[in-house]
């Protein structure tokens, strides 16, 4: 049986990049949030350190690294409960093969959100099971509802959920026997508001059951190349990947896995790397609201969801025009129609270049 997946989104914006890429003083890529900013010292030295790594890795990740990871939850996420933690090749893997993993199939239905990263429609759809478009907790397929994918903060959006309703997606997820995989993945970028994580005491009340939080390493620490991302939650759901894993190869390389440790015990370089983000926020919110658009959200995370109230195309071609790329919303869901990403991941001279090209307008 074919699988069938969606095109790849990216491949119908080449045209507008092409576009953009003639603008006299070079394009300005805001469409996609890869990390340009240096990789720390401190986990480039680590990564150099365990180079001579001639066997073969710890699935499960090294003491060290399970000890980083746990230490990280409790003191970060605010987590007392005892959570099992697994790394991963990044966190679009663990996105993409999640619900394969978690043995999900034809009979059951699994939600996601109504504006989100195509990754959890595909990862759906790799598993054979049934996908649901929903932001409310009152959602049902034709099949069971095995688990429910929240997002916070959101990608595109930058929404982020509060505990009030993290608790009500737990509450209801828990009478129905699903699981809840909320992808966390810009927990530490929080902008007018401090995201929590469905882990957190205050939203499980110490109780992980049911529960797993996926996290990456890509955006806080600038380690999109050594692909460094983990899952946590409920030790048993945690040791049944562990086993899938086991038997598929999916190890983190044991170089990555030392970078790891070292990027989740170090705080002062995601300080710095937030007040860089920070800056280029300002400089891009404050560009775009003079050219005419409305933010919307945005309140976490590493983008800006911006609108003209017009097709999101007609916006994105508008902006390639002078030589800024973006991401049009309908690549997350029919509720993107009209508005478009803006990706904070690029230089601090390539912002002010888009700033005094939307500013100039």
Same mark, same amino acid.
């Given at each position: 049986?074919?699988i069938?997946?969606?095109?790849?989104?990216?491949?119908?914006? #080449?045209?507008?990049?092409k576009?953009?890429k003639?603008?006299?003083?070079g +394009?300005?890529?805001?469409?996609?949030g890869?990390?340009?900013d240096?990789?720390p010292?401190?986990?480039r030295d680590a990564?150099?350190?365990?180079?001579d790594?001639p066997?073969?890795?710890l699935?499960?990740?090294?003491?060290a690294?399970?000890?980083a990871m746990t230490?990280?939850?409790?003191?970060?996420?605010?987590?007392?409960?005892d959570?099992?933690v697994?790394?991963?090749?990044g966190s679009?893997?663990?996105?993409? %093969?999640?619900?394969t993993?978690?043995?999900?199939?034809?009979s059951?239905?699994?939600?996601f959100?109504? =504006?989100?990263?195509?990754?959890?429609?595909?990862?759906?759809?790799?598993?054979g099971?049934i996908?649901?478009r929903?932001?409310?907790?009152?959602?049902?397929g034709?099949?069971k509802?095995?688990?429910i994918?929240?997002?916070?903060p959101s990608?595109p959006?930058?929404r982020?959920?509060g505990? #009030?309703? =993290?608790?009500?997606?737990?509450a209801?997820a828990r009478?129905?026997?699903a699981i809840?995989?909320?992808?966390?993945c810009?927990?530490e970028l929080g %902008?007018?508001v401090?995201?929590?994580?469905?882990?957190?005491?205050?939203?499980?009340?110490g109780?992980?059951?049911?529960? =797993?939080a996926?996290h990456?390493?890509?955006?806080?620490?600038n380690?999109?190349?050594?692909?460094?991302?983990?899952?946590?939650?409920?030790?048993?759901i945690v040791?049944?990947?562990?086993?899938?894993?086991?038997?598929?190869?999916?190890i983190v390389?044991?170089?990555?896995?030392?970078?790891?440790?070292?990027?989740l015990s170090d705080t002062?370089h995601?300080?710095?790397?937030?007040?860089?983000?920070?800056s280029r926020?300002?400089?891009?919110?404050?560009a775009? +609201?003079?050219a005419?658009?409305?933010i919307?959200?945005?309140?976490?995370?590493l983008?800006? %969801?911006a609108?003209r109230?017009?097709?999101?195309?007609?916006?994105?071609s %508008?902006?390639?025009d002078?030589g800024?790329?973006?991401a049009?919303g309908?690549f997350?869901g029919?509720?993107?129609s009209?508005?478009?990403?803006?990706a904070?991941?690029?230089t601090?001279?390539?912002?002010? #270049?888009?700033?005094?090209?939307?500013v100039?307008v």
């Open positions: 049986m074919s069938q997946l969606p095109d790849f989104p990216w491949d119908t914006l #080449a045209p507008y990049g576009r953009a003639e603008h006299p003083d +394009v300005v890529d805001l469409s996609i890869t990390p340009v240096p990789t010292p401190v986990v990564l150099i350190a365990a180079a790594a066997g073969y890795p699935t499960a990740g090294t003491p690294l399970r000890d230490s990280w939850v409790a003191q970060r996420l605010a987590a007392s409960a959570v099992g697994l790394p991963t090749i679009k893997e663990a996105v993409a %093969w999640l619900p993993q978690l043995g999900l199939g034809p059951d239905t699994v939600i959100p109504e =504006l989100a990263y195509p990754t959890y429609d595909v990862g759906i759809r790799l598993a099971a996908g649901v929903s932001d409310a907790t009152v959602a049902a034709p099949g509802t095995a688990a994918w929240v997002n916070s990608n959006t930058g982020v959920l505990v #009030a309703h =993290l608790r009500k997606v737990v209801w009478e129905r026997g809840v995989i909320s992808d966390e810009y927990v %902008w007018d401090e995201p929590v994580s469905v882990l957190a005491d205050e939203v499980c009340d109780d992980v059951t049911g529960l =797993l996926v990456s390493l890509s955006k806080r620490s380690l999109a190349g050594y692909r460094a991302g983990f899952v946590a939650g409920d030790p048993a040791e049944r990947l562990l086993a899938v894993r086991k038997h598929g190869g999916l390389p044991a170089p990555v896995q030392a970078a790891m440790v070292a990027a002062a995601v300080a710095e790397q937030r007040e860089r983000y920070a926020r300002e400089a891009l919110r404050e775009l +609201v003079t005419g658009f409305r919307d959200h945005s309140e976490a995370g983008y800006l %969801w609108t109230d017009e097709p999101c195309w007609d916006t994105v %508008w902006l390639a002078r800024i790329l973006v049009p309908a997350y029919p509720g993107g009209h508005h478009v990403r803006v904070l991941t690029a601090d001279e390539r912002v002010a #270049a888009a700033a005094k090209r939307l100039g």
